[in-house]
């Protein structure tokens, strides 16, 4: 585990409210220099402790249906499908689970006959792939993703 100060800690908590904070806004709030708080989100970058990303309003270019897919698969070939899932542009996130599927998907299609004929022609077919259990999203009240 990386080490990382009270300061650290308070820069990295500014940035998950916003992650477009200035670093003179931080410094400020800081008491510290804005090179200081320049050098430090440099080195938690460095660390893989901040990685910044993009969130994307899906609906607002035209994927309207977001489903969580659980996909049991053949423990033997679980990281070979998982793998090749990670390979599908419709599929935003894949992770490996112990719950009640072996591996978990959020996928983005146009519309539910997308995401039906992406499962069944992509993703059935899969060798290794037993069962998929598609869960739609309606709303997301939550996302700190």
């Not at 050098?39 to 994307?56: E, P, S």
């Not at 598609?134 to 939550?142: C, G, T």
């Amino acid at each position: 585990m990386l080490q990382v100060d009270e300061k650290d800690v308070k820069i990295i908590q500014m940035l998950e409210e916003d992650g477009r904070k200035s670093y003179d806004e931080m410094a400020e709030k800081l008491g510290m220099s804005e090179a200081g708080v320049r050098k430090r989100v440099q080195a938690l970058m460095t660390k893989g402790v901040i990685k910044f990303t993009v969130k994307v309003d899906h609906a607002k270019i035209g994927m309207n249906t977001v489903a969580i897919v659980g996909v049991d698969v053949d423990p033997a070939k679980m990281l070979e499908i998982a793998q090749k899932l990670c390979e599908l542009q419709e599929v935003k996130c894949v992770a490996t689970s112990s719950g009640d599927h072996m591996v978990m998907t959020e996928i983005w299609t146009h519309d539910g006959q997308e995401l039906r004929r992406l499962i069944s022609n992509r993703i059935e077919p899969m060798e290794g792939v037993r069962r998929i259990c598609p869960a739609l999203l309606q709303e997301k009240l939550k996302d700190q993703s």
